[in-house]
């Protein structure tokens, strides 16, 4: 992400979903459940809430953050529509930096690490190829109103992270801190413009700042985004289809069952389509 192609959007319109809205589970279809199941307890650190009937539905103890259906034999679905990544946001950056140890002691493959200045991001596949994002948000007071302007994509100070920890080879770990949560989702679209008015119009998030016609990042309540959507590996492609490892819906929730019935008014309906086939479910 080039910071100077990277534009603000000004006076972004306010957001009509309530400044409490937030992600939640995001529900995906793997090619071999027990491989999951096994990847992300060892390598990112989710527990099993419960399973059952070929479903399993993950997360660090409290609400579910992952729910994956097992449909034998798909393949990833490179090249469509459908899920960017998940980011599960950790409570501190002493969290993400045990994280960071975690991986370089048991050689977790990585596929990246940034610096976003509104946040600390490390990033990974799954074995079907569903992105990962583990983050750190950094103090909202550093960034908010100025999302535009500060949201960036630089190399991540590995050394300046882990030096929270007094002793980051014998850091214990045995899974995701206690409070993480979805902290937003990132999608595949086949055209920025169309998902940018069905997500702000429609749906109600506002436009925190865009890449050109190549990605877009919105949010309720001024976050740095909930949502993000881009165009990188999927202009005018299709949702994938079945017999791959895809996205079959995100959750967005909201406070109440009135804002969930105000937001599915505008939307026609609570649980629905975006242009590009991605599913969305309005939940509390």
Not at 26 to 49: K, N, Q
Not at 192 to 207: C, I, K, L, P, S
Request: proline share 5%; charged share 25%.
């Amino acid at each position: 992400m080039d910071p100077e192609e990277l534009t603000a959007v000004d006076a972004p319109v306010r957001s009509e979903l309530p400044s409490d809205t937030r992600m939640g589970a995001v529900h995906l279809t793997v090619g071999d459940l027990d491989r999951s199941l096994a990847y992300y307890a060892s390598a990112i650190g989710l527990i099993v809430h419960g399973r059952d009937d070929g479903v399993a539905r993950l997360g660090a103890g409290g609400e579910d953050l992952l729910v994956l259906a097992e449909e034998p034999g798909a393949r990833p679905a490179d090249g469509y529509c459908g899920l960017f990544h998940f980011a599960l946001l950790v409570p501190g950056r002493a969290d993400l930096a045990r994280w960071l140890a975690h991986a370089a002691r048991d050689r977790v493959a990585l596929t990246g690490l940034s610096d976003h200045y509104v946040s600390e991001a490390i990033y990974l596949r799954d074995p079907d190829h569903h992105g990962i994002e583990i983050y750190a948000d950094r103090p909202r007071e550093l960034w908010e109103g100025e999302v535009g302007s500060r949201l960036t994509t630089v190399p991540l100070d590995t050394d300046d992270l882990l030096s929270v920890l007094d002793d980051p080879l014998g850091e214990p770990f045995e899974r995701l801190a206690a409070g993480t949560v979805m902290g937003h989702v990132h999608l595949r679209v086949a055209d920025v413009d169309q998902a940018n008015r069905f997500y702000t119009e429609r749906v109600g998030f506002a436009a925190m700042a865009q890449l050109g016609d190549q990605a877009t990042f919105l949010s309720a309540g001024g976050y740095h985004h909930h949502l993000g959507a881009n165009i990188w590996e999927s202009r005018g492609a299709p949702a994938a289809p079945e017999g791959y490892a895809r996205l079959t819906h995100f959750e967005i929730l909201l406070p109440d069952a009135a804002a969930v019935d105000e937001a599915a008014a505008r939307l026609g309906g609570s649980d629905v389509r975006d242009p590009s086939g991605n599913r969305l479910v309005l939940a509390t």
